[in-house]
């Protein structure tokens, strides 16, 4: 089992920058980590994955450049860096652990999920 817990969400301004943490606990060796969001009335999608030595990262084509997923194993954290927030950005941030060692984009290859924390962005 792997326990996920998000923080770091809140309200900002477009343009500015936020940065999400994820704290895991549990048998958390060998886990690709991801983040996804859910906006309301929307499905929830992809937004960023980091194999399990940080290695490799995968962002969807919507943050890519502007968003940075990175994690410190050692600390058993994952972090999503923020930048350049558009108002298109608001939503739910989940934070998704997978069982395996590479970055994955679908949410069904992803076993443990957090609450997930809010995002929202004022234009």
């Known amino acids: 089992q792997v326990q996920l817990v998000e923080s770091g969400g809140g309200l900002v301004q477009a343009g500015g920058s936020l940065s999400l943490s994820c704290a895991l606990s549990?048998?958390?060796?060998?886990?690709?980590m991801g983040w996804f969001r859910q906006a309301p009335g929307k499905e929830r999608e992809f937004v960023a994955s980091i194999s399990w030595d940080g290695g490799s990262t995968l962002y969807a084509d919507s943050v890519k450049g502007r968003f940075s997923i990175s994690r410190h194993n050692a600390r058993n954290m994952v972090y999503l860096q923020m930048n350049s927030l558009k108002p298109e950005d608001a939503a739910v941030y989940y934070c998704?652990?997978?069982?395996?060692?590479?970055?994955?984009?679908?949410?069904?290859?992803?076993?443990?999920w957090g609450q997930g924390t809010q995002v929202t962005v004022s234009s």
């Open positions: 549990g048998h958390t060796f060998n886990t690709a």
């Open positions: 998704a652990a997978a069982r395996g060692i590479w970055c994955v984009s679908e949410q069904n290859k992803y076993n443990y």
